[in-house]
Nanobody
Framework: VQLQASGGGLVQAGGSLRLSCAASGNFASINNMNWYRQAPGKQRELVAV???????NYGDSVKGRFTISRDNAKNTVYLQMNSLKPEDTAVYYC????????????WGQGTQVTVSS
């Protein structure tokens, strides 16, 4: 299974961006789809999680500003990011749990988000 992320870019503080991540390949189903981010010199942190049933959870730093959603028919997860801050600058990675012969976890290639002040 491959995850292809897109939608990153440069935006001013207070602006918005929408990230997408599409899964492709051979799998029976996808369970959780997640967004992580990693800023320079920092550990990778969990941004948001969405289950196959649509339940969501967010990191404290993005609650109320970011919204995760998914389109199961398209095997795609989205991250709508509003009220962006310079501290949101990071490489954003999508991640998914899927089942083929057994459960697996896979990562996308990352997309850069830069928020200028």
């Amino acid at each position: 299974v491959q995850l292809q992320a897109s939608g990153g870019g440069l935006v001013q503080a207070g602006g918005s961006l929408r990230l997408s991540c599409a899964a492709s390949g051979n799998f029976a189903s996808i369970n959780n789809m997640n967004w992580y981010r990693q800023a320079p010199g920092k550990q990778r942190e969990l941004v948001a999680v969405i289950t196959s049933g649509g339940s969501t959870n967010y990191g404290d730093s993005v609650k109320g500003r970011f919204t995760i959603s998914r389109d199961n028919a398209k095997n795609t997860v989205y991250l709508q990011m509003n009220s962006l801050k310079p501290e949101d600058t990071a490489v954003y990675y999508c991640n998914a749990d899927y089942i083929s012969d057994s459960w697996h976890n896979t990562w996308g290639q990352g997309t850069q988000v830069t928020v200028s002040s």
